[in-house]
């Protein structure tokens, strides 16, 4: 009976030694198991907060001059299911504090429309602003508003008259190379367009933008002989008209062949019309793009000087003539030609009639060719373009816009 009883024990004794060895394992597994749970969760978590805090701002914006007073911002509704409210905010380029100047409400749908905030001006006055479109979002634990991409805005609008039309003033080389002048004005005019709106936010529109232009029923040479004055009364309501144009000589003039003059001839003239004659604004802004024009012909070789002739009365503005026009070695300058009715030429005296400024600038000649070479492969139209672009912002106390 005692050596059951031993055996009873013993055995109890091993059944209890399995039980310890083998349950703490099990708690042990239990315990890691949890722990791997709690790290599947808390990445879970760690996902689920990344996408609460999605940025949110607003980039695609544009500019719109609406009118004198009136400057519109507009960007897509892409935005509208996380914005509760736009902003629209404003400053002047060298300062530092925005001002909000607008607001609207998200309707919180996305419809691939534009949206549209409008700035109203105090005064009609050339005025320049950055703006931006800040956020308010519909869930501050989903989304983060922040500051979007700002762009410069101006209420000038400027009237731009490629010179001519397609294949007018045509030169063909000796190694079938082809420059026409009413070709490379309106590259001229494209580039010059672009510059003014991405660097300045200032708003052109152009008299032709193909080859051919037509208006008030005349085409082309129709328009040119007879009816010209129209390019410059399209302007009307704008602050600006620019006839762009590259220049040309009198036949053999300096005893050269008319279209191998040498660049001893290139010079630059900014012709004004009755308006800009009596405005001292303009008579600057004339000799601006003069001197911008004049270091590029000098910087590019197609001119031995580097001076224009800046005017500082409309006095000293100089009377056009084919002897100054064709002599070599002499700087450019602001030019007047009077007619019977005012201005001689026809753009300028269209754009009086609407009572707009006017110029008519010859960048350099196209009888030289030197000029034609570069201008046929785009180099020359493009720094044209940029002296033009700088020209007229400083002339209108402008500031570029410089990269984000």
Request: aromatic fraction near 8%; proline fraction near 2%; charge should be negative.
């Amino acid at each position: 009976m005692k050596y059951k009883r031993l055996i009873v024990f013993s055995l109890m004794i091993v059944l209890l030694v399995i039980i310890c060895l083998c349950f703490p394992k099990k708690v042990n597994n239990k315990i890691q198991k949890g722990k791997k749970e709690d790290s599947k969760t808390y990445k879970k978590e760690e996902l689920s907060d990344s996408r609460e805090t999605e940025e949110i701002s607003i980039s695609d914006i544009k500019f719109i001059r609406v009118s004198e007073k009136e400057i519109g911002i507009t960007w897509s509704d892409q935005k509208n299911p996380y914005v509760d409210t736009y902003y629209l905010m404003r400053r002047k380029p060298n300062e530092d504090e925005w001002k909000q100047v607008g607001q609207l409400q998200s309707d919180h749908n996305m419809q691939d429309r534009e949206l549209i905030l409008t700035d109203i001006l105090e005064e009609d006055t050339v005025q320049q602003y950055e703006y931006r479109i800040d956020v308010s979002v519909t869930n501050t634990k989903k989304y983060k508003p922040v500051e979007g991409k700002s762009i410069y805005a101006s209420n000038l609008l400027v009237c731009i008259d490629p010179g001519h039309f397609s294949g007018k003033n045509k030169i063909v080389d000796e190694d079938g190379s082809s420059y026409s002048e009413g070709d490379a004005t309106l590259i001229l005019a494209k580039n010059l367009e672009e510059k003014l709106r991405l660097n300045y936010g200032v708003t052109c529109i152009l008299t032709r933008t193909t080859g051919d232009i037509t208006l008030g029923g005349y085409t082309n040479n129709n328009l040119d002989e007879g009816h010209i004055s129209l390019r410059g009364s399209y302007a009307q309501k704008s602050d600006l008209f620019l006839s762009l144009h590259t220049n040309a000589n009198q036949d053999n003039a300096n005893g050269y062949a008319t279209d191998e003059q040498p660049v001893s001839i290139n010079k630059t003239l900014v012709f004004v019309n009755k308006v800009a004659y009596e405005d001292k604004q303009m008579l600057y802004l004339a000799n601006t793009i003069g001197s911008y024009l004049t270091k590029v012909n000098y910087d590019m070789q197609v001119s031995e000087s580097d001076e224009f002739q800046s005017i500082e009365t409309k006095e000293e503005a100089k009377s056009w003539s084919d002897e100054y026009n064709d002599q070599l070695n002499v700087p450019g300058t602001v030019c007047v030609r009077w007619g019977e009715h005012g201005d001689y030429y026809g753009v300028l005296r269209g754009a009086a009639m609407v009572n707009v400024p006017g110029l008519i600038i010859e960048h350099g000649f196209h009888t030289i060719p030197e000029v034609r070479k570069l201008a046929l492969t785009g180099e020359l139209l493009e720094k044209w373009a940029e002296a033009d672009a700088n020209g007229i912002a400083e002339g209108y106390e402008l500031m570029k816009k410089e990269g984000d």
